[in-house]
């Protein structure tokens, strides 16, 4: 596609359950990211992702946040047993393998999830 | 203590104002800044990237950097209302680097 696109664009969900958001790349994009924008702060990086590997996921905040991608295409950030603090606004960015830090990035407008 | 700071607004200028916006950095190890603009319910879009110390321009949009100080700014000449937006500061450590460190954003109205 065009941009980047991710779905739902909103969520709300009851605290415990799970959640599946889904990341759809620029096509041939092979790097793509994980963000996360909580109200009144800075995104946070989550995961990145290089083909379908993942070899940086240290900004998971916990075990209850899992990620996957299928080769160099949709991506999928779970995130089970949902708490209030979850409550954010989840991007996507894809880039040209990992030139992201001389601003290759494309942003999808997001997942805003909100856990109640 | 964050590693970029941001002040978060809001800010509210006049149309045709030039505006300021600043961010200062802890870490002497980045080495790439950028700037980018989020429209309200949008993704971030990539205004401006720098490497060195100094200026780069671009249309009514000027990148500062100053190193030594760890602080950098965004100017906005001639400010129109369809420049209201937040706009986040953002950097790395280095070309390859597989995550951008975010400052908060600054919400900014242009008000015509």
């Known amino acids: 596609g065009a941009g980047v696109s991710q779905s739902p664009s909103n969520k709300v969900t009851e605290k415990g359950k799970d959640v599946e958001l889904r990341c759809d790349p620029i096509s041939g994009h092979t790097a793509l990211y994980w963000y996360r924008q909580r109200l009144g702060q800075g995104l946070e990086f989550l995961i990145y992702?290089?083909?379908?590997?993942?070899?940086?996921k240290s900004g998971l905040p916990s075990d209850r946040f899992s990620a996957e991608r299928t080769g160099e295409s949709v991506s999928t950030l779970t995130i089970q047993r949902t708490q209030q603090e979850d409550s954010a606004v989840y991007l996507c960015a894809s880039s040209f393998r990992g030139v992201g830090a001389l601003g290759g990035y494309t942003f999808g407008s997001g997942t805003r999830l909100t856990v109640v | 203590q964050k590693e970029v700071e941001q002040d978060p607004g809001p800010l509210s200028v006049p149309e045709g104002a030039i505006v300021s916006l600043n961010c200062t950095y802890s870490n002497s190890a980045f080495q790439y800044f950028m700037w980018y603009r989020q429209y309200s319910r949008k993704g971030p879009e990539l205004l401006m990237y720098t490497y060195s110390s100094g200026n780069k321009e671009d249309g009514r949009f000027t990148a500062q950097v100053d190193k030594s100080s760890k602080y950098i700014s965004l100017f906005i000449r001639d400010s129109q209302p369809s420049d209201s937006a937040t706009y986040l500061c953002a950097m790395s450590r280095a070309t390859g680097a597989n995550n951008l460190f975010f400052g908060t954003g600054t919400r900014l109205t242009v008000i015509p």
């Open positions: 992702f290089q083909g379908n590997s993942a070899p940086d």
